[in-house]
C-alpha cells in the first residue's frame, strides 16, 4: 500500500508545479516591461503547460483506476495463495475464476505498459507490483499443473499387446546332441510373434484436456512457457519412468548385460521384446497425441516437449540392445537375436514417424545404428553355426546307422530358421559369399534368395560331414543304411516345412534319389550273394541230398548272420522300415519260393523254414534290438 500511496502523492506534486509555473508566466505575460517577443515565448509555455496539465490529470485518473483493479486481483491472488487446497479441485467455476484474474492481471501489465514513455516514470512502481502478483500467480498455476497432471495420469496394462510369440520355447542343445523333434516341430510352428498395429490410449484422463491447454494458454501468453515446458516434461518423465516399473524394466549397464548368465539374460530379452512393443506401438504414440493436443497450438513446442519426454527412455532401450549386439554368441542363441533384430525392424518406421524432426534426429539414428549391429552380430553367429557343421568332429559311431544327432541339430535348426525367412533375407542381402553355392547348383531360382543358398550350403556341408562319419562303419552295407536314413530325415525335415520353399523341388528330387540309391546299394550288398546260393546250380534237376542240404545251411547261415546283425540295425521311420522290408522282402521271398518248390520232394522239412516263416523273419530287421536265428539242422 505505501507503494501506491507514493505514486499518487508524486502525481498531485506534479499537478501542483505545473499549476505554480503556469501563475508564473500569466504574472509575466501581464508585465508592462516584458517585451512582445518574450510576451509571445511566455504565451507558448503557458499553452505547453495548460496540456501537460490535462495529460497529467488524465494520467492522474487512469493510474487510480488501474491501482484499484490491480488491488482487487491481489486480494484475490493473495486469498487463494492462502489456501493450500488446489483450487482446480475446488470447483471448476473457481479454477475458471483464478484463470480469468490471471487474465485481468496481464491487461493491467498491458495498460501499464502502454503510457507515455514520457511518463513512464510514474507507473513505474505499480507495474513492478503488478509483475509481482503475475509471478506469485505463476508459481501458483505451476503447482496446479503438476497435481492435475500427477492426479490424473493414467495407465493401460501391459497385456493391452499380445507380445507372445510360440518361438520363445525353442531350445537347442548346445552340444549338438539330440534334439527332440516334437520339441522343435511345435516351437517352430508360428511365424513369428504377434505384432499388434500402433495404436493410442489416453494418457491422462480426457475431461482435464481443455484445462491443461487453459493453463498453457495463460503461460504462455504471461511469457512463463519455460516453467510450463519445465513442469510438463518433468511430471511426463515420471509417468512414463512409473510405467517402466510396470513393465519391470530393470535399468541394467552394458557391462551387468555382458556378465549375465545366459538363463538370465534370455528372461530379460523376453522382457525387453516384450516392453519396446509396447513402450514404442502404443505409449510414445499415445505420448506423442498428448503433447499435441495440449500444445498444438503453439507451433512445434509440442515436438520439442515429446522428445524431451521420451528420448532417454527410448536410449535406455537401445542400451540394453547395444549390449546383446555386442556379445559373442553360439548358434542356440541366434532365435533371440533374430527375436531382437525383427523387433527393431518392426519398429522403425513408427521411430522414424515419432521422431522424424530435427530434434529426435539423434534417436532415429541411434535406432538404426543398433539395427545395423544386430544385423551384423546375427551374420556373424550364423557363420559360427555353418563352421561348427564343418568341424563337427567324427566321434565313435552311432549304434545301428540312424539318424545322427548332428543331422537332427541341423535340420531342426535350419527348419526353425526357415520361419526367419523374409527377416534373414534382409540381413544376408549381400550375394558374394554365396556365388560359388550357386555355380555350383542347377536351381537358377537361388538366386533370388540369399537364405536359400545359405540353407543350401548348409545342406551340403551337413551331407559332406556325414558322408565321413559314414566312413566309420566297418560293414559297407550298413554305411548305406546310416546315409539313407540321415539323407531320408532332411527330405522330410524340408517337405514339412518352409525350408521346401528355400530348397525347392529340385533339392527334393536329387535327395529322394540319393536316399534310394543308398537303399539299392545296401539291398546289392547285403542280398546278392544270399540269393545267388539259391540259384546255384538251379539249371540242372539232378542235384544230390548232399548238395541241397549243403546250399540250405549256407543260406540258413547267411540269412541268420544277415538276421543277427541287421535286426540291431535301426531305420526310426516307421514308413522307410517298410519300404525297405518290403522291398528286400519282394527279392528273397520269390527265390526262396523257387528254389523250395522246385526241391520240394528232395529236401526234408528239417532244412527249410516256411515262406511265412521268412517274410516274418525279414520283418523283424532294422528295429535296433539284436536278435538270433536258429534255423531247422540236420
Known amino acids: 500500500m505505501e507503494e501506491h500511496k507514493s505514486v499518487i502523492t508524486t502525481c498531485e506534486e506534479d499537478q501542483h508545479m505545473v499549476a505554480a509555473a503556469q501563475h508564473i508566466l500569466k504574472a509575466l505575460a501581464a508585465s508592462k516591461n516584458v517585451s512582445d517577443d518574450l510576451r509571445k515565448t511566455v504565451l507558448d509555455l503557458e499553452i505547453q503547460l495548460s496540456a501537460m496539465s490535462i495529460v497529467n490529470e488524465r494520467n492522474g485518473r487512469g493510474i487510480k483506476q488501474l491501482e484499484r483493479e490491480l488491488k482487487i486481483a491481489e486480494d484475490k491472488v493473495m486469498s487463494w495463495e492462502t489456501n493450500h487446497t488446489m483450487t482446480w479441485d475446488s470447483s471448476p467455476s473457481e479454477f475458471s475464476e483464478y484463470l480469468k484474474v490471471v487474465g485481468e492481471i496481464q491487461t493491467l501489465i498491458q495498460s501499464l505498459q502502454n503510457f507515455s514513455v514520457n511518463e513512464s516514470w510514474k507507473q513505474k512502481e505499480l507495474l513492478q507490483l503488478a509483475t509481482g502478483i503475475l509471478q506469485i500467480a505463476m508459481s501458483r498455476l505451476e503447482e496446479e499443473l503438476i497435481h492435475i497432471l500427477v492426479q490424473h495420469k493414467q495407465y493401460f496394462e501391459p497385456e493391452y499387446m499380445s507380445c507372445h510369440s510360440n518361438r520363445e520355447n525353442m531350445v537347442y542343445d548346445e552340444s549338438f546332441g539330440s534334439v527332440e523333434d516334437k520339441q522343435m516341430d ?20 480426457p475431461a482435464i484436456l481443455e484445462d491443461l491447454k487453459s493453463i498453457a494458454n495463460v503461460m504462455f501468453s504471461s511469457k512463463y512457457h519455460q516453467e510450463f515446458y519445465q513442469v510438463f516434461i518433468t511430471s511426463r518423465r515420471d509417468a512414463l519412468a512409473d510405467y517402466f516399473v510396470i513393465l519391470k524394466m530393470e535399468n541394467l549397464s552394458i557391462e551387468n548385460v555382458l556378465k549375465m548368465e545366459w538363463h538370465c539374460l534370455s528372461h530379460e530379452i ?40 521420451s528420448q532417454s527412455f527410448v536410449l535406455h532401450l537401445l542400451n540394453f540392445g547395444e549390449a546383446i549386439a555386442m556379445g559373442t554368441y553360439t548358434p542356440e542363441k541366434l532365435f533371440c537375436l533374430l527375436d531382437m533384430y525383427e523387433v527393431l525392424e518392426h519398429l522403425a518406421v513408427d521411430v522414424d514417424f515419432l521422431f522424424f524432426e530435427e530434434v529426435g534426429s539423434f534417436v532415429r539414428g541411434e535406432f538404426h545404428k543398433l539395427l545395423r549391429k544386430f544385423g551384423d552380430t546375427i551374420k556373424s553367429t550364423f557363420q559360427t553355426f555353418r563352421n561348427a557343421i564343418a568341424t563337427n568332429p567324427s566321434k565313435p559311431r552311432l549304434p545301428g546307422g540312424g539318424v545322427h544327432h548332428l543331422t537332427k541339430y541341423v535340420m531342426n535348426y535350419i527348419k ?93 528330387r536329387q535327395h529322394v534319389g540319393k536316399f534310394q540309391h543308398d537303399a539299392r546299394s545296401y539291398e546289392r550288398l547285403t542280398w546278392g550273394s544270399v540269393i545267388s546260393m539259391l540259384k546255384e546250380g538251379s539249371g540242372s534237376n539232378c542235384i544230390s541230398e548232399r548238395t541241397l542240404k549243403k546250399r540250405c545251411k549256407d543260406f540258413n547261415t547267411a540269412f541268420g548272420e544277415v538276421y543277427r546283425k541287421q535286426t540291431g540295425w535301426l531305420i526310426p521311420d516307421p514308413e522307410l522300415r517298410e519300404d525297405l522290408q518290403i522291398s528286400v522282402s519282394q527279392k528273397v521271398v520269390p527265390a526262396y519260393r523257387t528254389y523250395t518248390g522246385r526241391y520240394s520232394s528232395d529236401i526234408a522239412e528239417k532244412w527249410i523254414c516256411t515262406v511265412d516263416d ?11 534290438s539284436p536278435k538270433s536265428l536258429h534255423f531247422p539242422h540236420h
Open 186 to 205: 511345435e516351437a517352430s510352428q508360428s511365424s513369428g510373434g504377434n505384432q499388434s498395429e500402433t495404436s493410442t490410449v489416453d494418457l491422462v484422463h
Open 270 to 309: 523376453k522382457k525387453w521384446i516384450h516392453a519396446i512393443k509396447i513402450i514404442v506401438h502404443v505409449y510414445l504414440v499415445s505420448e506423442k497425441r498428448l503433447c499435441k493436443q495440449i500444445l498444438g497450438d503453439f507451433g512445434p513446442v509440442y515436438q520439442f516437449c515429446f522428445s524431451e519426454i
Open 416 to 508: 526353425a530358421l526357415a520361419e526367419y525367412g523374409d527377416t534373414l533375407n534382409l540381413i544376408f542381402v549381400d550375394q558374394s559369399s554365396i556365388d560359388q553355392v550357386l555355380n555350383n547348383h542347377d536351381n537358377s531360382a537361388l538366386s533370388f534368395c540369399p537364405m536359400a543358398c545359405h540353407f543350401l550350403s548348409i545342406t551340403t556341408t551337413l551331407e559332406s560331414n556325414l558322408s565321413n562319419k559314414s566312413k566309420l562303419y566297418k560293414d559297407v552295407a550298413l554305411q548305406h543304411i546310416f546315409m539313407m536314413n540321415n539323407i531320408h530325415y532332411m527330405v522330410q525335415k524340408v517337405k514339412c516345412s518352409n525350408l521346401s520353399h528355400f530348397l525347392g523341388d529340385y533339392w527334393l
Open 614 to 624: 521268412l517274410q516274418s523273419y525279414i520283418l523283424d530287421l532294422f528295429q535296433g
